[in-house]
């Protein structure tokens, strides 16, 4: 048995780049089994990035409400808890700056990805075991992409629309399954290198559809702002 287990551990040093150690003083309240991962994030120039949202997300099928992600402090570093689910990624985004979340289909690239480890500089392969500290599992924000704000509001009153969904499509056929809008009626997209579709739509609404191809609008010169507002007058349905 304490063989199997020292196979495992130095696997996961040898094809990582962070360091892997016991956790003799695991935290009570977050669970006392759980693993812990630790690590910065940075710009490509090398300077911190405060506020990056750090997020797992894990191969295990597990009941329940997991840990929230974290975000980064003023010298970009962050700690996050979660339990130990074994196998699965890591990843840093910064929406609000044209950087998405790398857990996301919509943004794997294969240009951009390790076949192997299914890694790029913003996201990350991890083991979470009981009891562990994974540290200096650090990240890049490379090359932001232009942010969309979307305004849903109701064509007739103005008054934006609260519980409006949408539906992200995107060539060869994936999906990402309508996330909801937020309060005030907006939705932040940072738009991904290849084309995209968007159906907004809401109860007692007329659907909305919108598109985008990035790559042919910058190969036309076309002029994209970092970060657009587009408004989505969504009409009452009839009787």
């Given amino acids: 048995m304490r063989l199997a287990k020292l196979i495992t551990i130095c696997f996961v040093v040898l094809s990582s780049t962070y360091a892997v150690t016991q956790d003799p003083d695991a935290d009570p309240v977050a669970g006392p089994n759980y693993a812990t991962v630790l690590g910065r994030v940075l710009y490509a ?49 910064k929406l609000a700056e044209g950087y998405p979340s790398p857990l996301w ?57 609260d519980n409006a969904r949408l539906l992200i499509t995107w060539p060869p056929g994936g999906f990402m399954g309508s996330p909801p809008v937020t309060k005030d009626g907006t939705y932040l997209l940072v738009l991904p290198d290849h084309p995209v579709a968007i159906t907004f739509s809401a109860p007692g609404h007329i ?5 985008m191809d990035l790559p042919q609008a910058r190969s036309a010169g076309t002029p994209f702002a970092m970060h657009t507002t587009v408004v989505v007058p969504l009409v009452q349905a009839g009787p």
């Fill in 207 to 211: 659907d909305w559809h919108w598109q």
């Fill in 45 to 93: 120039n090398g300077t911190p990035v405060e506020g990056a949202e750090v997020a797992i997300s894990t191969f295990g099928a597990v009941g329940g409400i997991l840990p929230r992600p974290v975000h980064t402090d003023k010298e970009g570093r962050y700690k996050i808890t979660y339990p130990p689910l074994g196998d699965g990624f890591i990843g840093a985004s």
């Fill in 105 to 161: 289909g919509l943004y794997d690239t294969e240009n951009k990805v390790d076949t192997v480890h299914g890694e790029t500089p913003s996201r990350k392969r991890i083991d979470l075991r009981a009891r562990v500290i994974l540290a200096n599992v650090d990240f890049v924000l490379e090359h932001p992409n232009p942010v969309v704000t979307f305004q849903v509001h109701d064509s007739t009153s103005g008054r934006p629309i």
